[in-house]
């Protein structure tokens, strides 16, 4: 069994940063991709980034240039820094692990799942 806990979330105003970080935790597969979704109220839960074992990285367009998403093999830790963050970033955050070595940025090829930060961005 794989548990994921994020962390870092709050609020913020435009313009601001923030860092989130997601720690797995029981038998994990480090060869998985790992990936960060969110969902704002009323709207899909979708992919923001995500990263393969080979640290080759993929990004929403709508994050692009603003988040980068890391990883720490030996800390079981991923992240993903937030810069110029906007309001329409306002969701709750999900780390996920893939069901494989590669990333897809649909929630359907992730099978295990944090609990979610809250991201807030005021203007």
């Known amino acids: 069994q794989v548990q994921l806990v994020e962390s870092g979330g709050g609020s913020v105003q435009a313009g601001g940063s923030l860092r989130l970080s997601c720690e797995a935790s029981g038998y994990t597969t480090s060869a998985n991709c790992m990936g960060w979704f969110r969902q704002a109220p009323g709207k899909e839960r979708e992919g923001v980034a995500a990263v393969e074992y080979n640290r080759v990285t993929t990004y929403a367009d709508s994050v692009k240039g603003r988040f980068t998403i890391s990883k720490d093999n030996a800390k079981n830790t991923l992240y993903l820094q937030m810069s110029s963050l906007k309001p329409e970033d306002t969701a709750m955050y999900y780390c996920?692990?893939?069901?494989?070595?590669?990333?897809?940025?649909?929630?359907?090829?992730?099978?295990?799942w944090g609990q979610g930060t809250q991201v807030t961005v005021t203007s």
């Open positions: 996920a692990r893939a069901r494989g070595i590669e990333c897809y940025l649909r929630s359907s090829w992730y099978d295990y």
